[in-house]
């Protein structure tokens, strides 16, 4: 079975240009989460989705949005990138039910420049 | 206070050893616990949950101290791919946000 996958595995984008992440969850999980790491700091919670909507949100501001499709994959955009925005995104999926165990992808690495 | 504190280590441990480690969570209220590992610049993996009991998985033990707040792991019999940071997660609610704390390291030395 194939795990959760997200692309572009790496994506450099300058100061204020806009990057977009996809996400592509576990079969049959319908929730999608977005984590930010930055180099050397802890998993940073910013979005959940689930069935569509936007269920909870992390304290990052406006500028970090997402969706998520009918087939239950996952974009999150991040706009007027700014220098700080340069961390590993991480999106994991899970059954519904948030206390199910969160199955992460690799990873996409932004660097903004 | 951290929402989840860990000792960030580094654990150096002989192959064959045991080593263990905590962590400490702040919210009372907490609902459900879990142990990863990440391996350097991957993504974190489960490792196992953990539950109200302790539960155990081959070389792995994970405990939960409701009373205290704390959390800690074992791992028995140490191989060198144990080496990893072993991260306590911690879900504080039924709202999909899952606090991370910043990781143990373990290095197993042969």
């Known amino acids: 079975e194939a795990g959760v996958t997200q692309s572009p595995t790496h994506l450099i984008k300058t100061r204020g240009q806009q990057a977009t992440l996809r996400c592509s969850p576990i079969?049959?999980?319908?929730?999608v989460y977005w984590y930010q790491q930055a180099l050397g700091l802890g998993l940073q919670f910013l979005l959940w989705y689930d069935e569509g909507e936007e269920r909870n949100r992390g304290n990052f501001p406006p500028r970090f949005s997402g969706r998520q499709f009918p087939n239950y994959s996952s974009e999150l955009n991040v706009n007027a990138l700014e220098l700080e925005d340069s961390a590993l995104y991480l999106c994991a999926s899970s059954l519904y039910i948030s206390t199910y165990e969160q199955y992460f992808g690799p990873g996409t690495r932004l660097t903004v420049t | 206070r951290k929402e989840v504190e860990q000792d960030p280590g580094p654990f150096n441990v002989p192959e064959g050893a045991t080593v263990a480690f905590n962590c400490t969570y702040s919210?009372?209220?907490?609902?459900?616990f879990f142990w990863y590992r990440q391996d350097c610049r991957k993504e974190p993996k489960l490792l196992m949950s953990?539950?109200?009991s302790g539960n155990e998985d081959g070389r792995f033990t994970a405990q939960l101290n409701r009373a205290s707040q704390y959390i800690s792991l074992l791992i028995r019999d140490s191989k060198l791919s144990d080496s990893a940071t072993y991260l306590c997660v911690v879900n504080p609610d039924s709202w999909g946000k899952l606090q991370f704390g910043a990781g143990t390291q373990v290095v197993v030395t042969p």
């Open positions: 953990v539950y109200s």
């Open positions: 079969s049959g999980h319908t929730s």
């Open positions: 919210n009372s209220a907490s609902q459900s």
